[in-house]
């Protein structure tokens, strides 16, 4: 069979079931987007800028587990895709990144349009290839969708020079098998080491069950439930692990760390064994690890072998897959009945993880989020931006079920929640999607509106708008004596309302609601408290996509808080 090197791209991303992708052409693309022209199998989605295409294709892989898809030109383009790409590396999302090289001859000539981009994206990509001959080119294609969703998912970038993608390939044959000498990801766990961690729930008189997005990428959620249900054992979620266990189950704890809930943060304290699955020990977890879990022996359940010990020095290592190896445990590990354990971390758990001040005057963030997941009960894909918002998000929405949270988690990237929610909403048509965002992080890549509104996809956005980059100033506010340098975002070069606030004019730039309405797209905005409910019905009900914004309370900080080096038993309560 007689295929060019674009026709073979095509023919590879048709063969490995992507039904969606996400990109912007450019000079040495045009070959592949001259194929896309006429491929029916593939819904080719035209978005504003290259970083929304990678956060796009990210989001459609963090709601389905399958493989995202997104391409970009030479240079540039190739460069824009970065942040997308180093965000799915950091939260271990399969996508697979094709870009547009020059031509093979002007390698390494400053040619128009160069950029190395093998070398920027090696540090960020799970695997990386430069294809040289249109004869190699299927092989790496099939290897790349092979390393992306296998072991420990991640991005892989396949760089294709523009005479590749015009060569014709005269016995062109797509692999039905990937061998990758070296690559070999450990599945099953060792059963000597599983039977070694039964032994330890057993004997364990205060232990911790301590889950993250593992659990989520093996699909292994229901094994997780089986095994906290049948050992009582209380269970905390990183925040990439929400929703791997449900949120509103009584043995749940709350997510722990620099934002997570007094309790879980206390249990780990407390503890005397942790069973960790699927989770790496951030900093943002730990805190300051010399007085992490100090009464705690760790065991460590991971498909990743770097991830072991890599942090937290850990005394059971269990390699491989998620869903194998707690399948296994659950067929050995004893049953265990709620004892005086479980009595003090309900005690500590308490009414409510979260608590706020309410206001009749002005509108809290937190108040908003509960009154979404009410009006949903837990029925959506929610997606967020980076800042206060996403912790509100994670704090105040509960989440029953695997991939209804989506947000960059290692990276933190801000301008993510837009163009991922888009992918989402593309992944999941029947499923309602939100992505709430604070007024800076909504405008990182607010061009995707219009890649929204074109297409018809049914987004619905919350703005909360505090007027400021909320997070960076409540550290100003926390740690810097109330010096608001660079956050306050109705600020002008000659403004001191910061520090006059009665100066304050209170304008709002951009008028989000009339730059939706510009786009096609319905808007509402709520000013005080009483305006909350009635505009999210609103947001809700409207046909297609909706933006909601909402003035929030200006100064209003995340609390629970550990700051920054700090041992999780240091909180700061607010």
Not at 183 to 199: C, F, L, N, S, W
Not at 415 to 444: H, K, R, Y
Not at 453 to 461: A, G, R, Y
Not at 506 to 521: C, E, N, R, T, W
């Amino acid at each position: 069979m007689k295929k060019t090197g674009a026709q073979i791209v095509v023919d590879a991303l048709v063969r490995e079931g992507v039904k969606v992708a996400f990109g912007y052409p450019g000079g040495t693309v045009i070959p592949i987007f001259d194929v896309l022209y006429d491929t029916k199998e593939i819904t080719f989605i035209l978005t504003r800028h290259e970083q929304g295409a990678a956060h796009a294709a990210d989001g459609y892989a963090r709601a389905t587990g399958e493989v995202g898809v997104c391409i970009a030109t030479s240079g540039p383009g190739a460069m824009n895709i970065m942040t997308g790409v180093a965000t799915a590396y950091l939260d271990s999302i399969p996508l697979v990144a094709i870009t547009g090289q020059v031509a093979s001859p002007l390698l390494g000539t400053d040619a128009f349009q160069e950029a190395d981009i093998v070398g920027v994206s090696r540090s960020i990509t799970k695997h990386n290839f430069l294809v040289k001959d249109v004869h190699e080119l299927p092989t790496m294609l099939k290897q790349a969708f092979h390393i992306a969703r296998t072991g420990r998912p991640g991005p892989v970038l396949v760089d294709i020079p523009i005479d590749i993608a015009r060569a014709m390939n005269e016995k062109y044959e797509y692999p039905k098998e990937v061998l990758i000498r070296g690559y070999k990801p450990t599945v099953d766990g060792h059963p000597k080491q599983i039977e070694r961690v039964a032994a330890m729930i057993a004997k364990a008189a205060k232990p911790l069950i301590f889950a993250g997005g593992g659990v989520i990428a093996a699909g292994a959620h229901a094994e997780l439930r089986e095994l906290v249900e049948k050992t009582n054992i209380p269970i905390t979620l990183s925040f990439m692990g929400l929703g791997a266990f449900p949120g509103s189950h009584p043995l749940f704890i709350g997510m722990p760390g620099m934002h997570g809930a007094k309790c879980a943060n206390r249990v780990f304290q407390e503890c005397d064994l942790i069973v960790s699955i699927g989770a790496r020990f951030d900093d943002r977890v730990t805190g300051f690890v010399a007085r992490f879990a100090p009464n705690a022996a760790v065991i460590h359940i991971d498909v990743d072998p770097a991830s072991v010990s890599k942090i937290v020095q850990v005394d059971v290592p269990v390699v491989g897959d998620a869903k194998s190896i707690l399948t296994a445990l659950n067929n050995i590990v004893a049953p265990r009945e709620a004892n005086a354990w479980n009595d003090t971390v309900k005690e500590w758990k308490g009414k409510k993880l979260f608590v706020y001040q309410p206001s009749d005057t002005e509108i809290k963030p937190q108040a908003v989020i509960e009154k979404l997941y009410e009006l949903t009960g837990g029925n959506a894909i929610v997606c967020t931006e980076v800042g206060q918002h996403q912790m509100w998000t994670a704090q105040y929405y509960i989440f029953d079920r695997p991939r209804s949270l989506v947000s960059s988690g290692g990276l933190g990237t801000m301008g993510f929640g837009l163009p991922a929610a888009m992918g989402a909403a593309l992944a999941e048509p029947g499923c309602p999607v939100f992505n709430i965002a604070g007024d800076g992080s909504i405008q990182m890549n607010i061009q995707e509106l219009a890649t929204i509104s074109i297409n018809k996809v049914p987004v619905k956005v919350i703005i909360l708008n505090n007027s400021y980059l909320g997070m960076v100033r409540q550290w100003q506010d926390l740690f810097y004596g109330k010096r608001y340098s660079s956050t306050c975002l109705r600020k002008g070069r000659d403004c001191e309302a910061c520090s006059n606030p009665s100066a304050c004019t209170k304008s709002y730039i951009p008028d989000f609601v009339a730059l939706a309405q510009s786009y096609g797209i319905a808007a509402f905005r709520a000013d005080k408290p009483a305006d909350v409910e009635q505009v999210l019905r609103k947001g809700i009900e409207a046909d297609g996509p909706a933006v909601m914004e909402f003035a929030v309370a200006a100064e209003e900080n995340v609390f629970p808080m550990v700051p920054a080096g700090k041992s999780l038993d240091e909180i700061l309560e607010g």
